[in-house]
């Protein structure tokens, strides 16, 4: 974590993964859950080694961006990149984060995390 | 919302929901040590670049050479069910992302504005962030081993918390009372929830 580069490089070299692509096929927000099938994972072996690891990871347990961005040491906007190409390839599935609208659905929401929290 | 490319990648039974809670605060005011207490993973960290989009936000431009800049955020995990993932940001210790705590808090359940009262003042940039922004918060105070005590009410005045916001002490470092923090922060967010369904102010809770 944080140790000092050369600025310069560091701004090129992580999107050279993406071939320059600074911008997601579609927003995914950072705590989303990303999962992938076995018949997914088979076909990720075509994709490049950056997305046959995305979904190595994504198979044995389901990943958040977040997590897929800290255990491939990609910066975020990368792995961001990668993953909304992978889902839009049917490499991923893109689960919901939590929801947004609806009285009845937030509360519900609240009250599973609430619940699973007094669990712990 | 995204079914779609569920059905595509197919044979995942049920759709995984995740929730997050954001937990602010200065630098070295002891986040990750709180996200630490109650992840069931060793706090990880994500890099987010600022590039050109982050410009004008942050005050890069004024160090010369210097292009980019890496905003490191550490986070948690809590696997509540098959279905259910919380997961716990930290913010950049930095308060001058503002760019990257915009990106944080979109979709959070609610925050914890962690304050340690050495450095007191340290919470005032998080708090008006919060004050400004649509997201329900408390505030815990870290009682640091050999920090000053002050009583609830002196740091709510120093602080000018309002009163509807949740003042809470905490010890960062113990899990249950990590535990206490993050049910602070979700039964605030459902009491604000209530209170905005009938078209009232959130009352005071806690």
């Known amino acids: 974590m944080g140790q000092p580069q050369d600025p310069r490089g560091n701004l090129v070299r992580p999107y050279a993964v993406t071939r320059g692509r600074t911008e997601p096929r579609r927003d995914i927000p950072i705590e989303a859950i990303l999962v992938a099938s076995q018949a997914a994972l088979q076909e990720a072996r075509f994709a490049g080694h950056d997305k046959y690891r995305i979904a190595v990871l994504c198979e044995a347990k389901p990943q958040s961006l977040a997590e897929l961005s800290a255990f491939t040491r990609q910066p975020l906007g990368v792995a961001r990149v990668l993953v909304a190409d992978m889902v839009a390839d049917g490499l991923l599935s893109l689960h919901s984060a939590a929801p947004k609208k609806g009285f009845t659905e937030r509360m519900d929401l609240l009250e599973r995390v609430l619940s699973g929290l007094r669990k712990l | ?206």
Request: hydrophobic share 45%; charged share 20%; net charge negative.
């Open chain 2, 1 to 206: 919302m995204d079914f779609a490319s569920s059905e595509r990648a197919g044979a995942q039974p049920r759709e995984i929901t995740s929730a997050k809670i954001v937990i602010a605060g200065g630098f070295g005011v002891g986040k990750t040590t709180l996200v630490g207490a109650v992840s069931e993973i060793e706090p990880l960290t994500t890099e987010a670049l600022m590039t050109s989009a982050g410009q004008g936000v942050d005050d890069a431009s004024k160090v010369p050479g210097k292009e980019t800049t890496t905003v490191a955020m550490d986070f948690g995990r809590i696997t509540m069910a098959d279905d259910l993932i919380l997961y716990l940001f930290g913010t950049p210790g930095q308060t001058r992302f503002w760019f990257m705590w915009d990106e944080l808090i979109r979709g959070a359940v609610g925050a914890a504005v962690l304050v340690d009262t050495r450095r007191i003042a340290d919470a005032f940039a998080p708090l008006d962030y919060f004050e400004n922004r649509h997201l329900p918060y408390i505030v815990a105070l870290n009682c640091f081993d050999g920090a000053p005590r002050y009583e609830p009410d002196e740091v709510r005045e120093a602080l000018a918390i309002p009163p509807h916001v949740p003042l809470v002490m905490c010890d960062a470092r113990h899990r249950e009372s990590v535990k206490a923090v993050l049910v602070q922060v979700v039964e605030h967010a459902m009491a604000t929830l209530v209170a905005e369904q009938s078209g009232g102010y959130p009352a005071v809770v806690g």
